[in-house]
């Protein structure tokens, strides 16, 4: 699993995404909490294109991974939250 957050990761998320088109995100939109949790698939038009929330991704928690069960096991266990699954994706 990946973690990227910071202005810092943004190139690095992206890298990722892109080279993992079959792969998973973890999306937080409450940031420190990280209580309300998204899961995509990386082909998500939610997680491509260009940024909701300004110029780069990662203002926003992204933990991807290529297994799914992983992201929603890490999400129960270190987060102690149950991520919601895309509507758009079907994740």
Not at 82 to 90: E, F, G
């Amino acid at each position: 699993m990946e973690i990227f957050h910071g202005a810092h990761r943004h190139d690095a998320y992206v890298a990722w995404r892109d080279s993992h088109p079959d792969g998973f995100i973890l999306h937080s939109n409450d940031y420190p909490t990280n209580t309300k949790l998204m899961l995509h698939r990386t082909s998500c038009f939610n997680m491509t294109g260009p940024p909701a929330s300004g110029d780069i991704w990662t203002n926003y928690p992204k933990w991807c991974s290529s297994n799914r069960d992983d992201l929603l096991a890490f999400a129960r266990k270190e987060l102690s939250a149950v991520a919601a699954q895309c509507a758009h994706c079907q994740s």
